[in-house]
């Protein structure tokens, strides 16, 4: 399954309009879509998930943005977001999921001691990479096949993140193909 990453940084810097990206997306027949906007307002990021509620369908995640999961059907936070709350996992996502209620939740993790520290948690999936090399997260260690091994540990649906391309193929546990960079071929 396809799971689209549209990051407001990327598309400024590739000159793509929300609009132009989310009817490409409705034609690659995308279930859910993560938000991902690191420098904007919360009045931008507001402003950008209406957008993209009136004009795609399917699940919308928002990234990090826990104030504006009134707009969205989910939220992602990473290793360190979550450390915002609590350095206590258990104690960090109960106080999310108390904020959230039944609202999806994902949560990015990188290795087996994550992964399995995230297999403990309320989460409804987990966000596993970097796969490949990417523009947009410069600091992240890529993995590579070496995921695919680890993303066994899972109990929760896994989501391959990191220079994921349309054409790759992945086998269970990863349910979601985490596409980014490559929805915009043919847009720039």
Do not use: C, W
């Amino acid at each position: 399954m396809i799971y689209a990453l549209i990051d407001k940084e990327t598309l400024l810097s590739k000159r793509v309009s929300l609009p132009a990206l989310l009817h490409h997306i409705r034609s690659l027949d995308v279930p859910i879509l993560q938000y991902r906007n690191k420098t904007g307002s919360t009045e931008e990021k507001k402003e950008d998930l209406l957008t993209i509620r009136k004009m795609y369908q399917g699940i919308l995640i928002v990234n990090d943005t826990i104030e504006l999961i009134d707009y969205a059907d989910g939220l992602h936070i990473g290793q360190e977001d979550m450390r915002l709350y609590s350095e206590m996992p258990h104690e960090a996502i109960g106080q999310i999921r108390r904020q959230i209620g039944n609202k999806i939740l994902g949560l990015s993790t990188h290795n087996k001691e994550e992964i399995l520290e995230a297999n403990t948690l309320d989460l409804d999936y987990i966000g596993l990479g970097a796969y490949r090399a990417t523009g947009t997260k410069k600091e992240a260690k890529v993995s590579g096949e070496m995921l695919l091994e680890i993303a066994k540990y899972s109990k929760h649906p896994v989501g391959i993140i990191g220079g994921v391309r349309l054409e790759d193929a992945f086998e269970a546990p990863i349910v979601y193909k985490v596409i980014g960079s490559d929805l915009y071929a043919g847009l720039v």
